[in-house]
């Protein structure tokens, strides 16, 4: 089975200080990759996701992502982060070979923006 | 409806007594979840529902969770006996095709006192 690995749980920066947030997968065929957000009191909801092509991708809100495949990683970047990004992040797997549905997340990292 | 939708929002109960909670996915996606989410960790898959197809129940935890779907629409989660160990946020998502992106409702808070 696929696991997800967010290397911190709780992240703490000041506004306009730049953000990395770190995501690893087990499994090593092809694989779709997401990061989802979950605004105080909000829904989950996608921030962006990589199915195939530039490895770099960009989502909303100033947030990329870098797949590297030899790492295994997503990790999702934003250069300068502002106070409405406190919210808390997963990163989410899912296998792309015919007939897998199954998103597995990450723990989820929670990233708390002072101004 | 424009978006995924689930109720009750929150619900208490007693240890023992049995719980149903409903998903309303976006109108046309053949594809539902349900996902448990614990304090502090992430989202757990429960099961799988696509169109016709009988659904993937291997994420259950154990013989007092249950859920079905009415054709393409609503699917209820149930779940028996309710114990502690069953407080968590359970979520349902949709999709348009099995690996596209999910939406996901608001979810709904469990305690079990």
């Known amino acids: 089975a696929q696991s997800v690995s967010q290397h911190n749980h709780h992240v703490i920066l000041s506004e306009a200080a730049s953000l990395e947030l770190g995501c690893n997968y087990s499994?090593?065929?092809?694989?779709?990759l997401f990061w989802y957000v979950q605004y105080p009191g909000q829904h989950l909801q996608l921030l962006l996701k990589?199915?195939?092509?530039?490895?770099l991708v960009k989502g909303i809100k100033g947030f990329e992502a870098e797949f590297i495949k030899s790492k295994f990683s997503f990790n999702l970047r934003k250069p300068s982060v502002q106070w409405s990004d406190t919210a808390e992040y997963f990163c989410?797997?899912?296998?792309?070979?015919?007939?897998?549905?199954?998103?597995?997340f990450g723990a989820g990292t929670t990233v708390t923006v002072r101004a | 409806g424009a978006g995924v939708s689930q109720s009750p929002s929150n619900k208490v109960t007693e240890k023992g007594k049995d719980v149903e909670l409903r998903c309303d996915p976006i109108?046309?996606?053949?594809?539902l979840y349900w996902y448990r989410q614990r304090l502090g960790q992430g989202l757990e898959f429960l099961i799988y529902?696509?169109?016709?197809?009988?659904?993937?129940k291997s994420g259950l935890p154990s013989d007092r969770f249950s859920a079905e779907r009415t054709g393409e629409s609503v699917s209820t989660l149930t779940i028996q006996r309710t114990q502690q160990e069953d407080s968590a946020v359970y979520l349902c998502?949709?999709?348009?095709?099995?690996?596209?992106?999910?939406?996901f409702g608001p979810g709904t808070r469990l305690t079990v006192l």
């Open positions: 998502a949709s999709s348009g095709t099995s690996d596209a992106e999910q939406f």
């Open positions: 499994y090593g065929g092809t694989v779709n």
């Open positions: 990589y199915f195939s092509g530039d490895p």
């Open positions: 989410a797997v899912i296998n792309a070979w015919g007939g897998d549905y199954k998103l597995s």
């Open positions: 109108s046309g996606h053949t594809a």
């Open positions: 529902f696509q169109g016709n197809s009988a659904p993937d």
